[in-house]
């Protein structure tokens, strides 16, 4: 993985508040997650469907022993829908309740930013609810993902249950 790493130009250094987070990519777009919830990022595998899962589950893999569930970011993102194929990358992430895996065409790199360089979601458009902020980049905007808030309750005891049957 490439680092983009940006430090504080000002001052010559790093400020010791900064956030770092992993920049990936859909359909072109891009889009971040903050890195301390990013545990790596693996090539594509065949992805074992999960029966009775909510719909933004494509299904689960094993990753050294554990069952992992398998998102589909683009069906959330309201992107068009696209099989898995080889080139696409398996983010394995923590969500603050369970490890999953998102898959992404392709990770970008890291970038380190503080807080003043994060834009607030509400200050864009109200209702971004998966959004933590936003950054600018020379080239562009990134959204900054929030894991925590990518599965709806009833999703998240969907899926539970799912699992606990498929064992």
């Known amino acids: 993985m490439s680092t983009l790493s940006s430090a504080n130009a000002d001052s010559g250094f790093a400020s010791e508040i900064t956030s770092q987070y992993v920049i990936f990519t859909l359909d072109g777009q891009r889009y971040a997650l903050a890195l301390d919830t990013v545990?790596?990022?693996?090539?594509?595998v065949?992805?074992?469907?999960?029966?009775?899962?909510?719909?933004?589950?494509?299904?689960?893999?094993n990753v050294?022993?554990?069952?992992?569930?398998?998102?589909n970011l683009r069906q959330r993102f309201l992107l068009p829908h696209r099989d898995i194929n080889l080139d696409d990358q398996f983010m394995i992430a923590?969500?603050?309740?369970?490890?999953?895996?998102?898959?992404?065409d392709e990770t970008v790199g890291v970038i380190e930013r503080d807080p003043s360089q994060i834009i607030a979601p509400n200050l864009v458009a109200a209702g971004l609810k998966h959004i933590?902020?936003?950054?600018?980049?020379?080239?562009?905007?990134?959204?900054?993902?929030?894991?925590?808030?990518?599965?709806t309750q009833d999703e998240e005891r969907t899926l539970t249950e799912a699992i606990g049957r498929a064992r």
Do not use: C, W
């Not at 050294?64 to 998102?71: A, F, I, S, T, W």
């Open 39 to 44: 545990e790596r990022i693996v090539r594509a």
């Open 46 to 61: 065949e992805v074992t469907p999960l029966p009775e899962a909510p719909a933004v589950v494509l299904g689960v893999i």
């Open 64 to 71: 050294e022993g554990r069952v992992l569930p398998v998102l």
């Open 94 to 104: 923590y969500t603050g309740s369970r490890d999953v895996v998102l898959v992404i």
């Open 132 to 151: 933590n902020g936003i950054v600018q980049l020379d080239d562009g905007l990134v959204l900054i993902h929030d894991l925590e808030k990518f599965l």
